[in-house]
């Protein structure tokens, strides 16, 4: 069982990003999903969450309108688009998945709810 991030680098203030969480042992598509960063001296952040259903999608209000999570259920991948990145974007991004019976259970939970991790995808919005 396990996730694995892709897709970060380095940007330029107002660039995008589009970052994947690829997961292997398990299907993402049962799975609520959650994207959290962490940048330097700072707590992790919840971003975005998913429901298994994909009926709810919660943002952060900090990325809410420049960020879109997306899935890809033929590919066991899910996506974050970055737009329209600051400097204030600049973390470490994770996903993190769990399974839960109810399909449209609230996924906005906070980091100790969810049980898969990946290790993480270092994102730099820099000029």
């Known amino acids: 069982v396990q996730l694995v991030e892709g897709g970060g680098g380095l940007v330029q203030p107002g660039g995008s990003l589009r970052l994947s969480c690829a997961a292997s042992?398990?299907?993402?598509?049962?799975?609520?999903i959650g994207w959290f960063r962490q940048g330097a001296g700072k707590e992790r952040e919840g971003v975005s969450w998913?429901?298994?259903?994909?009926?709810?999608?919660n943002y952060a209000e900090s990325v809410k309108g420049r960020f879109t999570l997306s899935r890809d259920n033929a590919k066991n991948t899910v996506y974050l688009q970055m737009n329209s990145l600051t400097p204030e974007d600049t973390a470490v991004y994770f996903c993190?998945?769990?399974?839960?019976?109810?399909?449209?259970?609230?996924?906005?939970?906070?980091?100790?709810?969810?049980?898969?991790w990946g290790q993480g995808t270092q994102v730099t919005v820099s000029s």
């Open positions: 993190a998945a769990r399974r839960h019976p109810f399909p449209d259970f609230c996924p906005l939970r906070p980091q100790q709810w969810y049980n898969n």
């Open positions: 042992g398990f299907t993402l598509d049962c799975e609520h």
């Open positions: 998913r429901s298994s259903s994909d009926k709810f999608t």
